[in-house]
């Protein structure tokens, strides 16, 4: 005898998407969700998915004393288990959902950040090795340190972010920035683009 099976169905909505025949078409005929989980193995440390679950796990730590958390942790990491219904509702009516899915807006700003506060550090300790007098000719020239660095911080967010399709779009033009800065290599506009489309 055959088992009953839970057949995937469609939200009756006029006008709006059959994912019930999106399913059929693609030889679907069964759906389910997973319930409980077990870890196999473990993620070694030098994978970027080790840091990435062991930030989820400090924010657990404070899962219960900060009524924000489930905010920052969509931030951080692009997790939005803990929101509640009615946040998530706010958030859609005020326009501002886009906003808790990391996105290349995020990893840019993220860059820029990084990039600026880079720059003033470089500065400030020049001009503290030259007014002790030490020489500055071996130092870091500004830009490629700034950038270079700027550009590992986007990396590890982007990494935070479980490396997403979004998150990996701009990390490569944020990469085809850094290049053309270290390379000092003026591009038309024209190029750029047609360079961002290539490598993406």
Excluded at 69 to 80: M, P, T
Aim: with cysteine; glycine share 6%.
């Amino acid at each position: 005898p055959l088992k009953p099976s839970i057949t995937p169905r469609s939200t009756s909505l006029y006008g709006g998407y059959d994912y019930q025949r999106y399913l059929l078409r693609h030889k679907f005929f069964v759906t389910g969700s997973i319930q409980t989980g077990a870890r196999l193995t473990s993620t070694p440390m030098w994978h970027w998915q080790y840091w990435r679950y062991r930030v989820f796990q400090a924010f657990e730590q404070h899962k219960d004393e900060l009524a924000t958390l489930d905010i920052l942790l969509a931030l951080a990491l692009g997790e939005r288990q803990w929101m509640s219904a009615e946040r998530w509702q706010a958030l859609q009516r005020t326009g501002l959902s886009h906003l808790m899915a990391i996105s290349g807006l995020h990893l840019t700003l993220v860059f820029a950040g990084a990039w600026l506060m880079l720059r003033y550090l470089v500065v400030a300790g020049t001009i503290c090795l030259q007014l002790l007098r030490l020489k500055t000719d071996n130092t870091f020239l500004l830009t490629p340190a700034a950038a270079i660095g700027a550009w590992f911080v986007a990396l590890a967010y982007a990494a935070l972010a479980g490396f997403s399709v979004s998150t990996l779009r701009a990390l490569v033009l944020i990469t085809l920035f850094v290049v053309s800065r270290l390379t000092q290599q003026r591009l038309e506009p024209m190029y750029l683009l047609l360079y961002g489309v290539l490598f993406v």
